[in-house]
């Protein structure tokens, strides 16, 4: 018996488990090479940025206060404007997660009388207190300031509804937003070629219209971003893709100046904006976890190929598929029942390096109309570029499962999912 064999067998996983896992992952070769290429071509472009901007040992430097004259914070926003070929970037630790950096987007740029349209259906749960379309409201919402919301679902086959859009764009329509990755909903990501070609549509219909995207896991999936193809604002979390891991809080916009001077003033002050916002000891992390950011979501991506080839090979409705392309790092699995859900979850928990002695349990989380179960053991609370699986127990009963800092990580702990759902008496081999 080979080593890696039994160190998987010492931490509770069958011989047999352990086979079926290892073959599916050496027929894998070819897309693992695919993934690598596209990595290493972001992380050329993101050692360039760095260079361009001149990164410095003095970037790593603290400031306090009111953070007045940053050297860091100034160059890494430099860095993340370059990277992602826009003009001006906001990347700042006051961002407490990609909600926080949405909801400043969206209050940033929209006023009462105006209306926010989403092209590709309902958002993911946690904006839609901040839109206002739940059905108990938390205070100060969009919908409280007098801003409006319209919605166009994709069609059945998960395309555009182009007519429907057309319709729905307005006089008063001043804000599109587009969520790229799937949410809580088993629908396929959407491409940056496609988000490309959504907004090259809304541009034609209204052409001043604001075209915003959630990029959250998306991004160093492919080789473009979406402000590359026509998105007015880019928006994501630091602690998932573009952390690397490391970055152990915030969030970042990226986009026009002007749009993203309006973010600056409703993040601080009107009149303060970029100036102020104090860094606190993280620039380190921030420019660093940036830098392993292409090579940290390559591996979470192999995790992702990993697991849908698995889950698919035992019959599961898997989104995207075994062999389809991917747009960002998360995989769902369709498992059926909440029994399911769980084992899943726990195995994933149980293949943490943090908490791998809990198990997770569904219970209300804020912003969420359901009972949700996470497994995360991670360095960094939330942190879903780490190994991650949540999802909401309501039918269909999908999974989604996401993160690994490494591969290595990503398929010991999709191994011991299944391994879960085996001594459950799920899944059988």
């Not at 407490?96 to 209306?115: I, Q, Y």
């Not at 891991?245 to 993040?267: F, S, T």
């Not at 940290?296 to 599961?316: P, Q, R, S």
């Amino acid at each position: 018996m080979d080593t890696l064999k039994k160190l998987y067998i010492d931490a509770g996983i069958s011989e047999k488990v352990y086979d079926f896992c290892d073959d599916i992952q050496k027929s894998l070769k070819e897309r693992f090479e695919q993934i690598d290429a596209v990595a290493e071509y972001n992380q050329t472009k993101v050692i360039r940025a760095m260079q361009k901007n001149r990164v410095s040992a003095a970037c790593f430097e603290t400031s306090t206060g009111y953070g007045y004259d940053d050297l860091g914070r100034e160059t890494l926003e430099a860095v993340y404007a370059d990277v992602f070929e826009a003009e001006s970037a906001l990347v700042r630790p006051q961002l407490t997660c990609g909600t926080h950096a949405l909801t400043v987007a969206l209050s940033a740029n929209l006023r009462p009388g105006d209306e926010l349209l989403s092209p590709v259906g309902r958002p993911y749960d946690t904006l839609e207190g901040v839109i206002g379309i739940k059905e108990d409201n938390p205070p100060g919402s969009l919908r409280e300031f007098g801003i409006t919301y319209s919605q166009v679902d994709l069609l059945e086959d998960g395309s555009f509804d182009f007519e429907g859009i057309r319709n729905a764009i307005n006089e008063r329509t001043k804000l599109v937003t587009i969520q790229r990755s799937k949410g809580y909903d088993p629908r396929p990501t959407l491409s940056v070629e496609r988000i490309g070609e959504l907004i090259a549509f809304i541009k034609s219909v209204k052409p001043e219209v604001i075209c915003m995207v959630d990029n959250c896991y998306g991004e160093f999936v492919e080789t473009i971003e979406p402000t590359q193809v026509g998105a007015d604002m880019c928006v994501g979390s630091l602690i998932k893709n573009p952390g690397g891991g490391l970055a152990p809080i915030g969030g970042y916009i990226v986009g026009k100046k002007e749009l993203i001077d309006m973010c600056a003033y409703r993040l601080t002050a009107p009149g303060l904006g970029k100036e102020v916002g104090a860094t606190l000891g993280v620039n380190q992390s921030f420019f660093q976890g940036f830098f392993l950011a292409p090579t940290v979501t390559a591996g979470a991506l192999k995790g992702a190929v990993f697991a849908a080839n698995i889950y698919e090979k035992l019959g599961y409705k898997v989104v995207p598929d075994s062999k389809e392309p991917r747009y960002d790092i998360i995989q769902a699995v369709t498992l059926g029942k909440p029994e399911a859900v769980i084992a899943f979850c726990k195995g994933i928990q149980a293949g943490s390096p943090v908490d791998s002695h809990v198990a997770p349990e569904p219970y209300a989380m804020p912003g969420y109309h359901s009972d949700v179960i996470m497994a995360a053991g991670a360095f960094v609370q939330g942190s879903s570029i780490e190994l991650s699986a949540d999802g909401p127990i309501e039918p269909p009963y999908a999974v989604y499962f996401q993160g690994g800092l490494t591969w290595y990580h990503a398929r010991f702990g999709i191994t011991m999912s299944l391994q879960y759902m085996i001594n459950d008496g799920i899944v059988e081999l």
